[in-house]
């Protein structure tokens, strides 16, 4: 049976991991084998139960480190996520830590559809890595994990970093050595300190807000400077290596989230799964549902749509909602001081800016000209 | 009831000495309350006044009481305890016989006391001074009682002691009333001649007159006429208070009541005024009327903007009960449609701001307070200045005239000097000062009013670890080098930030603003300048830096509700903020003026 449900875009979350790191406050647990042969039947119900059957454009296996699971459990993952129909130039994305990198399961993974590898580096630097908490790791090796991953055929790799842990420069050291292995999409995301994260626990805090966005300005440059174009506000890639699923994200589109604390926007509502492991396994799927009502969903759409280089789409929108952009939000002075831009049909942050959007955004949707 | 055996008195004491318990014990022992309904301090009928402990507007009751198989009338009149209010308090003296001077067992005489004193004194009262607390474990009678002999001038057997919380010395003090405390002079024969001593506002009968028959009867159905603005009225209802409401027929000479006279507006009637029968030819007032006038001004704004209609509805009903509130519009730039408002000094003020937020639930920024100020101008006119931005031209004025005040500060001796460093300093000129006995002075100043509004009450307080006690009254003009400071963000004056201050003080406060607005706008997305400026000349500058990062590196996984939250922060923030030329001000911004210690 097949429904028309405009979603076309699947998150997984398999949320086990062999180490814990210090700033991580995602949803994740120490891996433990019976957990995890749990954890897929009830994965596997939840897709059975909420999927109708549509031809879906992206899926992202995320984590935790989906990539700590054995080969035989990656073997029933695929068994579960191949139910899933597939368009022809489908995106395929599986996240990998380095040390997880073996020659037989980059090949059950190619075997299984995977087009796309998104692998946890961080950092290549051993202080920093040793403050995250993370396995060490040289560079010598990272360039083996690459070069056995290009070898079974993986085309598209994308390498997470993280930058603003202390004030050391080294984050563009690790870039320069990775633009040189050839890589197609490198995220850089600043440390955030959340609760409930040891850094938290620890009273960490942010390097100074100076610092770290000059320190932001010299990343973007370095990376343009070797051919990679910036898309997101943390996301870069040589020209048509955009992550398509994380793009969805941004235009504010439809997804299934399955798995432990995943979230899903679907039909008219936004949706959170439970954070308990074993409400999950009990098929207590779903932690709460939201709404979204046109004024939030227009509020998400600029939110999200501003996240992009490319920034929003006004005749999209205007038509989307019905609503006139330029009339309804009081944007004529964030232009007049080039925080926004406009270019043709598109009104985008001016990336000299990006890294105070939030606060370009409240002042977009809470200074609404006076009713 | 028979006029030799009415008693029409008032208890006159400085804050704490325990005023309010005191009424309390007279409505009990008197059986006008029973413990059920006692809802301590029965006088105090403001929620606020009961929490401060401190009696704002008065009331009064009267009550039956048996003393030597004969039946007496005695009519209690509260009377606030607080400096703002001395002409409430002076007015319901003068429907007084007697007067309770209460003293506390411990603390001695104080500012108020005296000024209080020196009030009852004005009106003729037959004072009968009273230790009260007498039960307190560090009460130190035999002092005080010297303290009163010295200072006062009383004899030791005119001294009652009694403790209103245990009830000790309760019935002799009602002895001491009925015997010492003259009964009510006038003749019911003569025409009617009643004095207002209080009114209030009642939701369903309207203005409610509290008065005093002087002279004659008054009537159900009277029409009467007021003699300082010739209104004719018609007495709907009268009676008493005893303390509850107990309509009667009439109400005749020295018996205190209250009428309704379908008086629509507070305003209309002026407290201290006269009433006599409308066709009657009386000429004379009973007392002569004094124009009560504010001295303290303050600009309120309601936060939201579009709660500007409620600010109003509620300033009209807080005036409705209390003639001497004023306020007019007035536009800020800053911070929009607001009032200007006129108070009788601080307290009001702090108590009218507490009421709109508290009661009327509007959540509202006031500027920072300030004086009226006398200018004369070149072209030989003068101009009051109630609003420091609505100041001319420095080229304009010839001179600028402020307020100044007559202080007595109790103290114990061993904080004469912090005192008078403290008043040195606020711009005080030294008069004299008196030994109360040999711990305790009363030091007089003459003061800028401007200064007492600022932080002066504050600061003698923390100077003398909480032992000094205060009191002022206007005394007159006086010329003064005084400039206006205004304080610019990002190149905008603020209108609500501008104030009016002595020249030698502008230098050090204008810094201590800027610092202070540093430390509470946040950064915005553009870097702005803060400056402290007297005329053409900026005399402090400070540059709050733009913000370099609010920004979530991450929307993991689909998980959108991160950055949700952050911006419903940032909503909540920006509402409780004011935009000024593009810059987010916290409301907090336009009271630092408040907090700047020139230490």
Same mark, same amino acid.
């Given at each position: 049976m097949l429904m028309k449900t405009n979603i076309d875009a699947v998150y997984i979350h398999i949320p086990f991991c062999n180490k814990i790191c210090n700033y991580c406050d995602f949803s994740k647990l120490y891996y433990n084998s019976t957990y995890v042969n749990k954890y897929l039947i009830a994965l596997s119900k939840e897709i059975d139960k909420y999927y109708k059957y549509e031809k879906i454009n992206t899926i992202y296996i995320g984590g935790g480190t989906p990539s700590c699971l054995s080969i035989i459990e990656l073997k029933k993952l695929f068994k579960i996520v191949n139910k899933i129909h597939l368009y022809k130039d489908y995106e395929y994305t599986f996240e990998c830590n380095l040390e997880d990198i073996t020659e037989d399961k980059l090949k059950l993974l190619y075997k299984n559809k995977v087009n796309r590898l998104s692998i946890g580096v961080q950092s290549l630097n051993k202080n920093i890595l040793k403050k995250l908490g993370r396995s060490l790791y040289s560079k010598r090796y990272l360039k083996q994990k690459i070069k056995l991953a290009k070898s079974i055929g993986f085309k598209n790799i994308n390498i997470d970093l993280m930058f603003g842990i202390n004030n050391?420069?080294?984050?563009?050291?690790?870039?320069?050595?990775?633009?040189?292995?050839n890589i197609n999409h490198i995220s850089v995301y600043s440390l955030i300190i959340e609760p409930h994260?040891?850094?938290?626990?620890?009273?960490?805090?942010?390097?100074?807000?100076?610092?770290?966005?000059?320190?932001?300005?010299?990343?973007?440059e370095l990376l343009n400077n070797n051919n990679y174009i910036q898309y997101e506000i943390s996301n870069f890639c040589k020209k048509g290596y955009e992550c398509k699923h994380n793009i969805k994200y941004w235009n504010n589109d439809k997804y299934y989230g399955f798995g432990l604390s995943s979230h899903g926007y679907i039909y008219n509502y936004r949706y959170e799964n439970t954070k308990s492991i074993t409400s999950y396994i009990d098929g207590k799927y779903r932690l709460s549902k939201t709404i979204i009502n046109k004024k939030i969903d227009i509020e998400n759409y600029i939110m999200l749509n501003l996240r992009k280089i490319e920034g929003i789409n006004i005749n999209e929108f205007n038509k989307k909602y019905n609503i006139d952009f330029e009339k309804k939000y009081n944007i004529e002075y964030l232009l007049k001081n080039k925080y926004l831009i406009k270019e043709k049909d598109n009104v985008k942050i001016n990336k000299k800016y990006l890294y105070i959007s939030n606060k370009i955004l409240a002042d977009i949707l809470y200074n609404e000209l006076d009713n | 009831m028979k006029q030799e055996n009415i008693r029409v008195f008032s208890i006159i004491a400085h804050i704490d000495h325990g005023k309010s318990t005191l009424a309390d014990r007279i409505l009990e022992?008197?059986?006008?309350?029973?413990?059920? *309904?006692?809802?301590?301090?029965?006088?105090?009928?403001?929620?606020?006044?009961?929490?401060?402990?401190?009696?704002?507007?008065?009331?009064?009751?009267?009550?039956?009481?048996? !003393?030597?198989?004969?039946? !007496?009338?005695?009519?209690?009149?509260?009377t606030p305890g607080h400096v703002d209010f001395s002409y409430e308090v002076s007015r319901s003296l003068a429907a007084c016989d007697g007067a309770i001077l209460l003293i506390d067992a411990v603390q001695g005489i104080e500012a108020q006391t005296l000024s209080n004193y020196y009030l009852a004194l004005e009106n003729n009262l037959t004072i009968i001074p009273v230790i009260n607390k007498i039960d307190l474990p560090n009460a130190d009678i035999d002092s005080i009682k010297k303290e009163?002999?010295?200072?006062?001038?009383? &004899?030791?057997?005119?001294?009652?002691?009694t403790s209103a919380k245990t009830g000790e010395g309760i019935d002799r003090l009602l002895e001491e009333i009925i015997l010492k405390v003259p009964y009510p002079k006038g003749n019911i024969n003569n025409k009617l001649q009643a004095l207002i001593f209080d #009114?209030?506002?009642?939701? !369903? &009968?309207?203005?409610?007159?509290?008065?005093?028959?002087?002279?004659?009867?008054?009537?159900?159905?009277?029409?009467?006429?007021?003699?300082?603005?010739?209104?004719?009225?018609?007495?709907?209802?009268? +009676?008493?208070?005893?303390?509850?409401?107990?309509s009667k027929q009439k109400l005749q000479t020295g018996e205190i009541g209250y009428i309704c006279a379908s008086i629509k507006s507070i305003s209309d009637v002026k407290v201290g005024d006269t009433i006599i029968h409308s066709n009657d030819s009386i000429t004379k007032p009973l007392i002569k009327l004094k124009e009560i006038k504010p001295m303290v001004f303050s600009g309120i704004y309601p936060l939201e903007s579009n709660k500007y209609n409620d600010l109003k509805d509620a300033l009209d009903k807080l005036k409705l009960n209390d003639a001497s509130l004023t306020f007019e519009p007035e536009v800020s730039t800053a911070l929009g449609f607001g009032y200007r408002c006129g108070f009788l000094g601080m307290l009001h003020m702090d108590v009218i701001e507490e009421r709109i937020e508290r009661e009327y639930k509007i959540d509202i920024i006031a500027t920072s307070p300030n004086v009226i100020y006398k200018l004369f101008l070149t072209d030989n006119t003068e101009q009051m200045i109630e609003n420091p931005s609505k100041m001319p031209d420095r080229q304009k004025i010839q001179k600028i005239e402020e307020p100044y005040v007559k202080t007595s500060i109790f103290v114990p001796n061993i904080y004469i000097g912090d005192?008078?460093?403290?008043?040195?300093?606020?711009?005080?000129?030294?008069?004299?000062?008196?030994?109360?006995?040999? &711990?305790?002075?009363?030091?007089?100043?003459?003061?800028?009013?401007?200064?007492?509004?600022?932080?002066?009450?504050?600061?003698?307080?923390?100077?003398?670890?909480?032992?000094?006690?205060?009191?002022?009254?206007?005394?007159?003009?006086?010329?003064? *080098?005084?400039?206006?400071?205004?304080?610019?963000? *990002?190149?905008?004056?603020?209108?609500?930030? #501008?104030?009016?201050?002595?020249?030698?003080?502008?230098?050090?406060? $204008?810094?201590? %603003?800027?610092?202070?607005?540093?430390?509470?706008?946040?950064?915005?997305?553009?870097?702005?300048?803060?400056?402290?400026?007297? $005329?053409?000349? %900026?005399?402090?500058?400070?540059?709050?830096?733009? %913000?370099?990062?609010?920004?979530?590196?991450?929307?993991?996984?689909?998980?959108?509700?991160?950055?949700?939250?952050?911006?419903?922060?940032?909503?909540? +923030?920006?509402?409780?903020?004011?935009? %000024? +030329?593009?810059?987010?001000?916290?409301?907090?911004?336009?009271?630092?003026?408040?907090?700047?210690?020139?230490?």
């Open positions: 050391c420069n080294s984050i563009l050291k690790d870039i320069k050595y990775i633009t040189k292995l994260t040891k850094f938290y626990n620890n009273n960490e805090s942010n390097i100074d807000q100076d610092i770290e966005s000059k320190l932001y300005a010299k990343i973007v | 022992k008197t059986g006008a309350l029973t413990d059920r *309904n006692i809802k301590a301090q029965v006088l105090d009928s403001m929620d606020l006044e009961r929490e401060r402990g401190i009696t704002i507007k008065l009331n009064n009751a009267s009550l039956k009481y048996k !003393y030597n198989n004969e039946e !007496y009338f005695l009519n209690l009149i509260d009163i002999i010295d200072t006062l001038g009383f &004899k030791e057997e005119d001294i009652i002691l #009114s209030y506002f009642d939701p !369903y &009968k309207g203005v409610i007159l509290l008065i005093r028959v002087v002279n004659g009867v008054i009537n159900q159905g009277d029409k009467i006429r007021l003699m300082s603005t010739n209104a004719v009225y018609d007495i709907i209802e009268l +009676g008493l208070h005893t303390p509850n409401i107990e005192v008078m460093k403290l008043c040195q300093k606020k711009r005080g000129i030294y008069i004299n000062m008196d030994y109360i006995d040999e &711990k305790r002075v009363n030091i007089h100043y003459e003061m800028p009013l401007a200064e007492i509004v600022y932080d002066f009450f504050d600061k003698l307080k923390s100077f003398t670890k909480g032992y000094a006690s205060f009191d002022y009254e206007i005394s007159d003009y006086k010329v003064s *080098n005084l400039v206006k400071l205004d304080i610019l963000l *990002n190149g905008e004056i603020i209108d609500a930030l #501008s104030m009016i201050m002595h020249a030698d003080l502008a230098y050090n406060r $204008g810094r201590q %603003v800027v610092e202070n607005l540093k430390k509470l706008i946040p950064r915005q997305l553009f870097e702005v300048p803060v400056q402290a400026v007297i $005329g053409q000349r %900026v005399i402090a500058r400070e540059n709050i830096k733009a %913000v370099r990062k609010d920004v979530l590196a991450k929307c993991y996984g689909g998980d959108i509700t991160r950055k949700r939250k952050l911006l419903e922060k940032q909503k909540e +923030g920006k509402k409780r903020m004011k935009r %000024v +030329g593009n810059v987010d001000v916290p409301q907090e911004a336009f009271l630092s003026i408040l907090n700047v210690d020139e230490n």
